[in-house]
């Protein structure tokens, strides 16, 4: 199982960054996807999270903000990220649950800064 996490930087407040996470060594299409984050010095929180079907789900602090999708032809999911703001600014993290085994990517950063 392999995650990949791409998209992250260095954005101004207000601004938008979208995030994929390039999944390989399953079946992609037979799992829920979630974004994680973790920003310095706290624990890493639920983001969102995309089911089979490709029903959505989102921590308050972030709802009509970011967007969770999926591409199962190409193994992909998406965080599409608009009005960002500086508590936004973490190591963000694709996940997937396994027969009960967590897999996680590396990571990508993104900070939001004026």
């Known amino acids: 199982v392999q995650l990949v996490e791409s998209g992250g930087g260095l954005t101004q407040p207000g601004g938008s960054l979208r995030l994929s996470c390039a999944a390989s060594?399953?079946?992609?299409?037979?799992?829920?996807i979630r974004w994680y984050r973790q920003a310095p010095g706290k624990q890493r929180e639920l983001v969102a999270h995309?089911?089979?079907?490709?029903?959505?789900r989102y921590v308050d602090s972030v709802k009509g903000r970011f967007t969770i999708s999926r591409d199962n032809a190409k193994n992909a999911v998406y965080l599409q990220m608009n009005s960002l703001k500086p508590e936004d600014t973490a190591d963000y993290y694709c996940?997937?649950?396994?027969?009960?085994?967590?897999?996680w990517g590396q990571g990508t950063q993104v900070t939001v800064s004026s």
């Open positions: 995309i089911t089979v079907g490709g029903s959505t």
């Open positions: 996940n997937v649950v396994i027969a009960s085994e967590d897999y």
């Open positions: 060594g399953f079946v992609f299409s037979l799992y829920g």
